[in-house]
């Protein structure tokens, strides 16, 4: 069964950082790109960032470019956004996701999310 | 940057057939992925490359794209169908994946 698990998420106030971690099993790591999107409370799905499996390309939302930073460690079997200047806006459930396969993978699995907070 | 259209909400009775259109510029062109969200969980895939489905999906759940449209359709609705669905593209112009606004079907 795949699993993919993310933690890190809290109440943070504005320009703090935060990093979130997102564990998976059941898959083989390395061989999917992995990706954060986001979801702001009552609102729709916002891609947020990707990586590539040997986590040589990145690629970032405009908003997240400059202060975010995905990494992955495939010994680990993990995923990581680091977050700086947190914004009000950044408020959202943060999901990692894996894609697998060639071009533009769909997205096969996801986590259960973590709440990320931003409030003074 | 590349827009996904999609409409607020979509209802359809019970048995019915729901279509729910994604609009694009030339989205005919690339391929489209769609998920299906209940509330309070996280999104599942239901539709790959245009018109695929993974295993697990019920075959009353398709998709098409042509052109300026493409459209997921569920036929046979069931109270259980009651989710948002988003649609979703890879942006070769801007290395970004792009997600659709998002479609709350309601079963009426």
């Known amino acids: 069964e795949v699993q993919l698990v993310e933690s890190g998420g809290g109440l943070v106030q504005p320009g703090g950082s935060l990093r979130l971690s997102c564990a998976a099993s059941?898959?083989?790591?390395?061989?999917?790109?992995m990706n954060w999107v986001r979801q702001a409370p009552g609102k729709g799905l916002e891609w947020v960032s990707l990586?590539?499996?040997?986590?040589?390309?990145?690629y970032y939302t405009d908003s997240g470019k400059g202060r975010f930073t995905i990494s992955r460690d495939n010994a680990k079997n993990s995923v990581f956004l680091e977050m700086n200047s947190l914004r009000v806006e950044d408020t959202a459930v943060y999901y990692c996701?894996?894609?697998?396969?060639?071009?533009?993978?769909?997205?096969?699995?996801w986590g259960q999310g973590t709440l990320v907070t931003v409030s003074s | 940057s590349y827009v996904l259209t999609q409409p607020p909400s979509v209802s359809v009775a019970p048995g019915k057939t729901a279509s729910i259109p994604c609009g694009g510029n030339?989205?005919?062109?690339?391929?489209v992925h769609w998920y299906q969200q209940r509330p309070g969980l996280a999104p599942v895939l239901v539709i790959y490359?245009?018109?695929d489905r993974p295993s697990g999906i019920p075959e009353r759940f398709s998709g098409s794209s042509s052109e300026n449209t493409a459209t997921l359709t569920i036929s046979g609705v069931e109270a259980g169908d009651e989710a948002d669905y988003y649609c979703?593209?890879?942006?070769?112009?801007?290395?970004?994946?792009?997600f659709g606004g998002g479609t709350k079907l309601t079963v009426l």
């Open positions: 990586i590539s499996t040997s986590g040589g390309v990145t």
């Open positions: 059941g898959i083989t790591f390395s061989s999917y790109e």
């Open positions: 996701a894996c894609a697998g396969g060639d071009g533009p993978s769909p997205f096969d699995h």
């Open positions: 030339n989205i005919g062109d690339t391929v």
């Open positions: 490359y245009d018109s």
């Open positions: 979703q593209v890879w942006d070769r112009s801007s290395d970004h994946w792009v």
